[in-house]
T-cell receptor, first 111, second 116 residues
Framework: SQQGEEDPQALSIQEGENATMNCSYK?????LQWYRQNSGRGLVHLIL?????REKHSGRLRVTLDTSKKSSSLLITASRAADTASYFC???????????FGTGTSLTVIP | NAGVTQTPKFQVLKTGQSMTLQCAQD?????MYWYRQDPGMGLRLIYY???????DKGEVPNGYNVSRLNKREFSLRLESAAPSQTSVYFC???????????????FGPGTRLTVL
């Protein structure tokens, strides 16, 4: 399966700290996306990084991609209680017809 | 602009019953998707529709059928529900096939289905 694997499965930090979560995948990709899911809600797109990019920023989010290691990381700086959610990476495949979602990292930000 | 809407929000079925999950989007998107989300499994693609009039199987299509009624609507049907189909079902849409162009998928709020 192309499914990504997020690490850690769960993360608990204090408000104001940075949160880092990682995603590893198995085969070559064109794009990798990160999504957030608040409890009981649908997923919301956060950021996309293409295979020829190494780093991308969006507000307090920083995403890196290392295609040689088949891994990506999502950094949330200066976390807030509202960042409490599950975070998923989604990878496509150079062949195939879909995005594959990982199992997610559950982030809890303690006020 | 409601985005992606799904009905119903909750449903309880008995084994063997059938039902249709409805999904509609108002963003004029070409592509639509049905996923299921199970604990510890992430989201898995059931079926997708690249454009009006076309549908294709995803990772876990067995036990499901879909209909792309028009550009706005994409329904998922369970003909004979089984307990293994207890899950949260999400519909999503994107402007073009997300995996081809790196497009953003927009998700609905989900349908929580329990099969007894």
């Amino acid at each position: 399966s192309q499914q990504g694997e997020e690490d850690p499965q769960a993360l608990s930090i204090q408000e104001g700290e940075n949160a880092t979560m990682n995603c590893s995948y198995k085969t070559s990709i064109n794009n990798l996306q990160w999504y957030r899911q608040n409890s009981g809600r649908g997923l919301v797109h956060l950021i996309l990084i293409r295979s020829n990019e190494r780093e991308k920023h969006s507000g307090r989010l920083r995403v890196t991609l290392d295609t040689s290691k088949k891994s990506s990381s999502l950094l949330i700086t200066a976390s807030r209680a509202a960042d409490t959610a599950s975070y998923f990476c989604a990878t496509d495949a150079r062949t195939g017809n879909q995005f594959y979602f990982g199992t997610g990292t559950s982030l809890t930000v303690i006020p | 602009n409601a985005g992606v809407t799904q009905t119903p929000k909750f449903q309880v079925l008995k084994t063997g019953q059938s039902m249709t999950l409805q999904c509609a989007q108002d963003m004029n998107h070409n592509s639509m998707y049905w996923y299921r989300q199970d604990p510890g499994m992430g989201l898995r693609l059931i079926y997708y529709s690249a454009s009006e009039g076309t549908t294709d199987k995803g990772e876990v299509p067995n036990g499901y059928n879909v209909s792309r009624l028009n550009k706005r609507e994409f329904s998922l049907r369970l003909e004979s529900a089984a307990p293994s189909q207890t899950s949260v079902y999400f519909c999503a849409s994107s402007g073009e096939l997300a995996y081809l162009l790196g497009g953003t998928q927009y998700f609905g709020p989900g349908t929580r289905l329990t099969v007894l």
